[in-house]
Nanobody
Framework: VQLQACGGGLVQPGGSLRLSCTVS????????MGWYRQAPGKQRDLVAT???????NYADSVKSRFTISRDNAKNTVYLQMNSLKFEDTAVYYC?????????WGQGTLVTVSS
């Protein structure tokens, strides 16, 4: 199973980025997909998750700014990030969870800087 994330980069405060992550390989039905992030010197924290039925959950720090979505047919999860702040700078990791395993992507760096 491979998760390929892309869309990270450098953006100014107030700007937007869209991350995507596609799952490939052999696996059971993916129920939970999501994004976590890890800033330098900090632990990996939840950003947002979405179930196969499209129920979503967000960290308080990103509510109303970030939107998670998924395309079940493409096994792809997206994260639309708006109104980015300095404190959103981190490596963003995508997650795909089946009934038996959790799979992680390699991470994509998002840097918010002026």
């Amino acid at each position: 199973v491979q998760l390929q994330a892309c869309g990270g980069g450098l953006v100014q405060p107030g700007g937007s980025l869209r991350l995507s992550c596609t799952v490939s390989g052999s696996f059971f039905i993916i129920d939970r997909m999501g994004w976590y992030r890890q800033a330098p010197g900090k632990q990996r924290d939840l950003v947002a998750t979405i179930t196969r039925g499209l129920a979503t959950n967000y960290a308080d720090s990103v509510k109303s700014r970030f939107t998670i979505s998924r395309d079940n047919a493409k096994n792809t999860v997206y994260l639309q990030m708006n109104s980015l702040k300095f404190e959103d700078t981190a490596v963003y990791y995508c997650l795909a969870g089946t009934r038996y395993n959790d799979y992680w992507g390699q991470g994509t760096l998002v840097t918010v800087s002026s």
